[in-house]
């Protein structure tokens, strides 16, 4: 390490910094020299180089020359201000100077990390300290504002993710609103039979939550609702929910279901939703047993009454007591004020329709692995046998795993649980009909604590694995009704034509098909697929670039119940952590309108990627809320008239910094 000093030129005092980063940037860049150039800088007065600057000694050299040369500039030349912005300038604050008196350059991912050459590369980074030492010199002190944060959630949808968030951020003493678009929460893991790889009952492990969920005083349950507009900012959302109507009464049914035996419909005629369409529903109707909340709902497109206003209404006469059936009912609407957000709005199956070689839609033995675990399941539509149409049970049943994944023509990322659910499928199937089963894999993806050694026991158990990538499916010839499942076994290099009864496809979990709006309305970022997108893949896999609002389960991408579980715990204590700080310190480095010459043209207002732009009733002038800015510096490049400034990056800072560089 090596001091060097240099006259200060009246105001600025100026400190030099340059990180080794061990040898990330030594390695490259001759740190000496460029602190020696620095120290010859106008205005600079030590210019220091250190192994590793971040570390609390490096802390400590800025510290101790901030009480002692009295410095009033800092540029820290090291790794990207993303990693160590925030430490440098919590150094210099600690030291007693103003936080944004503090300049990085990042003189590892943009100078030692790319380059090879290392005269170039230390002839770049003192062009780069020069621009900083130069820019730095026009800061001027800034301040943070305190915002006070909103106790209550949200959480947006009523899957196990949202359930498992709900209940955590309820347990700690919060309340949240818990809103969900289906008559019942629950999501897919409700239509489960058994979950890889313990193969335990998925109700007897989500009812109780569910229950907890209706019973907990501090979970306000919205169900059949959406949420339509989001106002705000992290600490003080505003979001407009949107009620429809049920057409019961809910404080006055009780779930007795009276009414559906009382419908005028002695069977059901409506393809079941939760039963995947293999069962009929009645126009009055609760989605399965357990549901939660226990109401029935009436569907207006089925029931006859609002169809043809015609009906007996067997239902409202069975009912008479509590007048729990309104046919009047509207749909309503109500605004909640909440800190924080967590989206858990979950994923949709592949469509199988999409890979038409298959022949879903086509052969009507040909079943997506959703439809089978409705079959699988005792309260299933079939009462748990597995049948094909015509009421047999199989005796050949192939299972395609990888439909709609691992492949270029529809999503290439793999759904990560579609090998476990086959496997599991394969067991269940063997299990209620003794069949043969045939599971043909492209890879077998285990990952997971007691993976492995469930496909080791599936395959104990007799099911036969093929290792290929089925190419096509077709009837047998001689009108059996059976399917011929054509694959070539990659490890035999043979193509085999497996004779089956049943084709299970292995669907892929795909966003939802409104993903993109509902992102657009919590002002999201998504993956090209669709999915949520994270702030930070490993660091931030649950925060979103907008502050407030966290991600859990397979909204974010495909994962399993363990891993959903898991996200939705850090999302709600991303969430409580934020909330019981009680206030949340905003960033200085927004635009700021001057208003005396904003000509009123509203240029600004639209090209505001986060709303943050308003204007003034009285003057028609536009104004920056500070707390919705992120300082993307759109509004001030689009401005006209060049009144928006913006803080940290105001036009003589930037032209300073490009002088420097080019000096
Ligand atoms: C066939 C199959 C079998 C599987 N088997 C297993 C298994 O055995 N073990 C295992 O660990 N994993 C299994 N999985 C994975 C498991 O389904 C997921 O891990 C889990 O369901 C993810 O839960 P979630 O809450 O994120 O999403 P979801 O279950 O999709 O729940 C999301 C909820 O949000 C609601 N919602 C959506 N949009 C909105 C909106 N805009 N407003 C309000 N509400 C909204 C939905 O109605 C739904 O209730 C399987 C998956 C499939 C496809």
Not at 248 to 258: K, P, R, S, T, Y
Request: aromatic share 8%; charged share 25%.
């Amino acid at each position: 390490m090596e001091q060097l000093a240099n006259t200060t030129n009246g105001h600025a005092s100026v400190g030099v910094y340059i990180c080794h980063c061990g040898t990330n940037i030594a390695g490259v860049v001759d740190v000496a020299a460029v602190a020696e150039y620095a120290a010859t800088l106008p205005g600079v007065t030590v210019a220091r180089d250190y192994k590793y600057m971040c570390s609390d000694p490096g802390q400590e050299l800025i510290k101790q020359d901030i009480r002692e040369l009295g410095l009033n500039r800092i540029v820290v030349a090291a790794c990207s201000p993303h990693l160590h912005e925030k430490t440098f300038r919590t150094a210099a604050q600690n030291a007693g100077l103003n936080p944004y008196l503090v300049q990085m350059v990042n003189i590892r991912e943009h100078d030692s990390w790319v380059h090879t050459d290392h005269a170039m590369a230390t002839s770049k980074a003192k062009d780069l300290v020069r621009a900083a030492v130069r820019r730095v010199r026009l800061h001027t002190p800034l301040d943070r504002k305190r915002v006070a944060i909103h106790p209550d959630v949200v959480v947006v949808g009523g899957g196990i993710a949202g359930i498992h968030a709900a209940l955590t951020m309820a347990e700690a003493g919060k309340h949240v609103y818990l809103i969900e678009r289906e008559p019942t929460i629950g999501g897919h893991m409700a239509m489960f039979d058994k979950t890889f790889p313990t193969l335990d009952c998925a109700a007897c492990i989500l009812t109780p939550k569910m229950t907890a969920v209706k019973a907990h005083p501090n979970i306000t349950l919205w169900t059949m609702s959406e949420v339509t507009q989001v106002d705000g900012y992290v600490g003080n959302f505003k979001v407009t929910v949107r009620h429809k109507p049920r057409y019961i009464i809910e404080d006055a049914c009780i779930g007795c279901l009276e009414c559906i035996a009382a419908c005028v419909f002695k069977e059901g005629r409506t393809p079941d939703e939760f039963n995947m369409g293999l069962g009929k529903r009645k126009p009055v109707y609760i989605p399965f047993p357990q549901a939660v909340p226990q109401l029935v709902t009436i569907d207006p497109d089925t029931c006859i009454e609002f169809k043809t206003g015609k009906c007996k209404k067997t239902c409202v006469e069975v009912c008479a007591e509590r007048k729990a059936i309104d046919f009047q009912q509207k749909e309503t609407f109500d605004t909640v004020e909440a800190g924080s957000i967590i989206m858990a709005t979950g994923f949709q199956i592949f469509d199988a329709k999409r890979v038409p070689y298959y022949g879903y839609g086509s052969y009507p033995n040909v079943y997506t692995a959703l439809e089978v675990e409705r079959l699988v399941n005792a309260s299933g539509p079939t009462g748990g046998e597995v049948l094909l149409r015509n009421g047999r049970k199989p005796r050949t049943v192939g299972v395609v795993h990888c439909v709609g994944s691992r492949d270029v023509n529809t999503n290439r990322y793999c759904s990560r649980v579609c090998c476990m659910y086959s496997l599991k499928l394969a067991h269940l199937i063997k299990e209620h009909t003794d069949a043969e089963v045939y599971n043909c894999y492209i890879d077998m993806r285990t990952p997971g604590k007691s993976f492995e050694e469930f496909y080791c026991r599936i395959a104990e158990e007799g099911v036969n694995f093929i290792r290929g990538k089925v190419a096509d499916i077709y009837p047998e010839d001689g009108g059996t009704g059976r399917l011929i499942m054509q694959v070539e076994d990659t490890l035999v290099n043979y193509i085999r034509k497996i004779p089956v009864d049943m084709v299970v496809l292995s669907v892929g979990l795909e966003a939802r098909h409104d993903a993109h709006e509902v992102r657009r309305r919590f002002n999201l970022s998504c993956t090209n697929e669709g999915f949520f997108l994270e702030r930070h893949p490993k660091l931030a896999p649950v925060s979103t670039f907008t502050d407030g609002i966290f991600l859990a389960g397979c909204c974010q991408g495909p994962k399993d119940i363990p891993d959903t579980v898991a996200q939705a715990g850090a999302a709600a204590a991303e969430c409580l952590s934020l909330i019981d700080r009680q206030f949340v310190e905003m960033e200085p480095n927004t635009a700021v309108v001057n208003e005396d010459e904003c000509s009123a043209c509203r240029t600004c207002v639209p090209m505001c990627p986060y709303s943050a732009i308003g204007v003034r009733e009285d003057t028609k002038k536009a104004w920056v809320n500070e707390a919705l800015c992120k300082g993307c510096g759109t509004c001030v490049a689009a401005c006209p008239s060049g009144s928006i400034r913006q803080n940290l990056f105001e036009d003589e800072e930037i032209l300073e910094e490009i002088e420097g560089v080019l000096a």
